[in-house]
């Protein structure tokens, strides 16, 4: 669903210089914002740096980026 809001001009602006770093659009750099402070806000406990690399990891399994854990030793 859609919806416009306000936003102040000098957090626009401070969005799309983050936004032009990260290759992202001014309104998906928001969205990035508003997830990571929601997930901030439901995790208190977690780092950022737990947050921001967990989202990472997920876009990379997404793209199946990653490798199937194997063990190599035998648990007893």
Not at 18 to 34: F, G, L, M, N, T
Not at 63 to 73: D, F, Q
């Amino acid at each position: 669903m859609a919806v416009s809001v306000r936003l102040d001009d000098e957090f626009v602006s401070n969005a799309k210089i983050h936004a032009d770093a990260e290759k992202r659009s001014v309104p998906k750099q928001i969205e990035y914002w508003a997830k990571i402070g929601q997930i901030m806000i439901d995790n208190p406990d977690l780092s950022f740096e737990f947050v921001r690399e967990s989202l990472l990891a997920s876009e990379e399994m997404k793209h199946g980026l990653v490798k199937p854990y194997v063990r190599r030793s035998k648990r007893d």
